[in-house]
């Protein structure tokens, strides 16, 4: 009991812990009744294992009351309970766009734009030239029609608000018919089924799985159906027995009975994937110059900007969808105007949209580089781990974010291989996962496998501090 006594006297109390060097550093960063608390904490912790130790029938233990250890520990929680949740972190795993990772990093154009933008006032909704009211959406059409060769666009929140709102407008209480084969589900639980009757339309299937005819589309047609919906299977392939229409073929059909095309690409693309030997993917010009009504797509994946849905088209029917109430409601933000702006601005040149967009960096990364990166990071792994662990293999790397599923894109990749008396090569997983920065990577079988790929450069020497310091623990 006297021990118990004299551990308790022992105790530090939390003014004292405040005043400990260490802590004058951290109370210019974290306000002081933050600090506070999290002192006042470790000491009632300490108070607690202090009670269990002594209480009758327990261990004894040697518990260590120093000052600096426990400011040391009080300043760790302060810090941790004042970290942002959202941070940075190094994608190693080689999947380019990974929505679970923020889906793509901005250009830096871009992202120099929209920070531009958030510290002024700017002309969001004035017209510069009239000096009356202006749109929002005037800032992007221009530069969205010059592209697509549309007529009109409009942008919204993300590509699922953009076939919502088009659906809602073109088509509430009436019906959509869309092939079997295109039903698709894009990710988080998304199905077009299910967002093409939140709509308000009618979903009318046709065709099979596999195979959807022209004639499938054309017996439906009633004086009810409002519009085609063809959908981009942008996160699937389909191999053999297949049959799909032509947005020309569609578009045709719908112009002859008098309905509308909606086509879906899901993402935006302008540039032409066979010359970089990937596999073809329709481009926004394409669909449009077939002859859809309104093509949609998403802001933040192959097109490499921020969040965001695009609708490209006729101009009547833009005009329509920018006087739909919803439009309100789902419209974008001036960050993303100014985000957006910047990177479709970069399309004006192919070179500079290949140099400066990073998934088109990314994407279009030679084998024979990616060598030289996996061999640079593996020699200076090799500091860190015992000698023959750290290799350099052939792999292949994904593009991720439903799109391109059958792109093989090789590389090679950094491996670090465990054996038995190396450890549980999961628990470095989740430690790197909870490391400074977090590292995000793949696991196969025995091996980390580290994707030069999706690792910035500038990221390099972070991702050697952060698996030494893992190692170390
Ligand atoms: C990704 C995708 C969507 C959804 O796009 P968001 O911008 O994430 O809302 C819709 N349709 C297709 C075909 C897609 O690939």
Redesign the pocket.
């Known amino acids: 009991m006297s021990d118990y006594q004299s551990l308790l006297r022992e105790l530090p109390a939390v003014d004292r812990l405040l005043r400990e060097p260490l802590m004058e550093d951290l109370l210019q960063r974290i306000p002081r009744k933050i600090v506070l608390q999290a002192a006042q904490k470790i000491v009632s912790l300490y108070r607690q294992k202090i009670t269990i130790s002594s209480s009758p029938g327990a261990l004894p233990e040697q518990i260590n009351l120093s000052p600096i250890l426990l400011a040391e520990e009080a300043a760790a929680l302060a810090e941790k309970i004042t970290a942002p949740n959202l941070k940075t972190l190094i994608n190693a795993t080689g999947v380019i766009i990974h929505t679970n990772l923020g889906r793509v990093p901005l250009a830096r154009t871009a992202v120099e734009a929209l920070s531009e933008i958030a510290r002024n006032y700017n002309n969001l909704e004035l017209s510069l030239d009239s000096g009356k009211r202006g749109s929002r959406q005037d800032h992007l059409e221009a530069r969205l029609c010059e592209l697509s060769g549309a007529e009109a666009a409009v942008v919204v929140n ?4 953009a ?1 919502f709102l088009a659906l809602n407008t073109a088509a509430s209480g009436r019906e959509v018919v869309v092939s079997r084969g295109q039903l ?1 589900e ?1 990710g988080g639980s ?1 199905r077009i089924p299910e967002i093409l009757i939140a709509s308000g339309a009618r979903l009318v299937e046709v065709g099979t799985t596999n195979k959807t005819y022209l004639r499938d589309y054309e017996a439906v047609v009633n004086e009810n159906t409002a519009a085609f919906l063809k ?2 299977t ?2 699937y392939h389909m191999i053999g027995f297949t049959a799909e229409v032509s947005t020309a073929d569609l578009a045709a059909l719908a112009r002859k009975r008098n309905l509308l095309l909606i086509e ?4 935006g693309v302008f540039l032409d994937l066979g010359k970089y030997h990937l596999p073809a993917e329709p481009r926004v010009q394409d669909s449009i110059t077939a002859g859809a009504d309104l093509v949609t797509f ?1 802001g ?2 192959m097109l490499g900007g921020p ?1 965001a ?1 695009i609708i490209v088209g006729r101009k009547d029917l833009i005009a329509y969808i920018r006087s739909n109430q919803l439009a309100r409601i789902l419209r974008i933000d001036k960050f993303t105007i100014a985000a957006l702006e910047a990177t479709l601005h970069l399309y004006l040149d192919e070179d500079t949209a290949l140099q400066e967009i990073p998934v088109w960096r990314m994407l279009t990364a030679s084998s024979e580089s990616l060598c030289i990166r996996a061999n640079g990071l593996a020699a200076r792994f090799a500091e860190i781990f015992r000698p023959g662990r750290v290799t350099v293999i052939e792999g292949l790397s994904r593009v991720g ?3 391109l599923p059958t792109a093989e894109l090789p590389t090679h990749l950094m491996a670090v291989r465990f054996d038995p008396e190396d450890g549980n090569p999961e628990d470095f997983v989740e430690k790197l996962r909870h490391g400074e920065p977090p590292v995000i990577l793949r696991l196969q079988q025995d091996s980390l496998l580290f994707d030069p790929r999706t690792i910035f450069e500038d990221q390099e020497d972070l991702l050697v501090e952060a698996v030494r310091k893992v190692n170390q623990l």
């Open positions: 993300n590509d699922a608000a076939i698709v894009i998304f959908v981009h942008s996160n879906d690409l899901g993402s998403s933040d994946k969040q849905g974010g439903g799109a």
